[in-house]
């Protein structure tokens, strides 16, 4: 569970930038220091339909009630008490799991080079790396390609549909909410027998996410903007992007005029 109002802000940003920003802002809040605020955005990003956005801003309300009062303590306590390196095996082990329904997704969207390189990617660290705890693959230079069926949903022609925000889950469209059922169902905590265990590596992987979203939160939280509407324009944007792996067609301009239709004849 994944959809936390900073997880937005963390989709929004490109990959090679996120990774630089995310490891230097954590490091300064955790050493109590402010973060500065980002520079705005040139233009705003198209929203997208948004028809029941006095619902989602009731249950986004919410949700950032929940996340102060119970995950952002937990989360900081978790990256408090568990050292880095355990933190970082957490982290790859769910990862490798991840990469095997990646490399399906790839070969549902006919990327056979990357379906092939995300299976020799699970192979390698699930065989070599200790069930995932290690991630020799990224070593030898398999970098991860991730894919969720929501991506796989808009490759095939899907709309995203109306914009929503779930209570806890957080952002989602209409097509990434339907599919993130599927994906959920072959995450790890899932594919384990039902009872205490399935509970407790469900546990560990929301604690293990929201820990990584403290830095990003502390700079959404320093935004002179309206909370709600960056994130809904953040996440749709970056969700668009990833269909299109980067390289999204660019989208109507609503703002263009209109032709006049042609003069009838007399």
Do not use: C
């Amino acid at each position: 569970m994944a959809g936390w109002l900073a997880a937005a802000l963390v989709l929004a940003l490109p990959g090679e930038v996120r990774a630089a920003d995310d490891e230097a802002s954590r490091t300064r809040v955790e050493a109590g220091e402010s973060v500065s605020e980002p520079e705005a955005p040139a233009r705003r990003v198209t929203a997208g339909p948004d028809p029941f956005e006095p619902l989602n801003r009731a249950v986004f309300s919410f949700n950032e009630a929940v996340d102060a009062a119970v995950l952002e303590p937990v989360a900081r306590a978790w990256r408090s008490a568990v050292p880095e390196p355990v933190r970082q095996g957490v982290r790859n082990v769910f990862g490798n799991v991840e990469d095997a329904w990646s490399a399906v997704n790839h070969l549902l969207q006919g990327k056979a080079q990357d379906g092939v390189q995300m299976t020799v990617r699970f192979v390698t660290n699930t065989t070599f790396g200790l069930a995932g705890l290690f991630d020799v693959a990224g070593e030898i230079g398999l970098e991860r390609r991730s894919e969720d069926f929501g991506q796989t949903l808009g490759r095939w022609g899907l709309p995203a549909g109306p914009y929503l925000v779930l209570p806890l889950l957080g952002p989602r469209s209409v097509r990434d909410g339907a599919a993130w059922t599927l994906d959920r169902q072959v995450s790890l905590a899932n594919l384990v027998p039902e009872g205490g265990r399935s509970w407790g590596l469900s546990a560990v992987e929301l604690m293990q996410t929201r820990s990584e979203l403290l830095a990003a939160q502390a700079l959404l939280g320093q935004l002179a903007l309206d909370r709600y509407t960056f994130v809904r324009d953040a996440y749709l944007a970056r969700r668009r992007s990833l269909v299109y792996d980067g390289n999204p067609p660019p989208e109507p301009d609503d703002d263009a005029p209109v032709a006049p239709a042609a003069a009838s004849r007399r």
